[in-house]
């Protein structure tokens, strides 16, 4: 787990750096969780956006 919690930080990291507004960060984020065997869930409402993340352990 410590492994994991380090490579989100770091790919978080770099999306925050190098691909902000970019609109591709929801991309790598999506095909990240699915690696991982997790699932990405998005919600709407009016002026609110809200991205929930789910893995398997």
């Known amino acids: ?3 994991l919690r380090l490579l989100l930080k770091m790919y978080t990291n770099l999306i ?3 691909l ?3 609109g591709l960060e929801l ?3 999506q095909k990240m969780v699915r690696h991982l ?6 919600e709407s409402a ?4 809200t991205f929930t993340v789910k893995f398997p352990f």
């Open 37 to 42: 065997g997790g699932s990405i869930y998005v």
């Open 1 to 3: 787990m410590p492994m």
């Open 20 to 22: 902000r507004d970019t």
């Open 16 to 18: 925050e750096r190098y």
């Open 46 to 49: 009016a002026g609110q956006t």
């Open 27 to 29: 991309a790598l984020v």
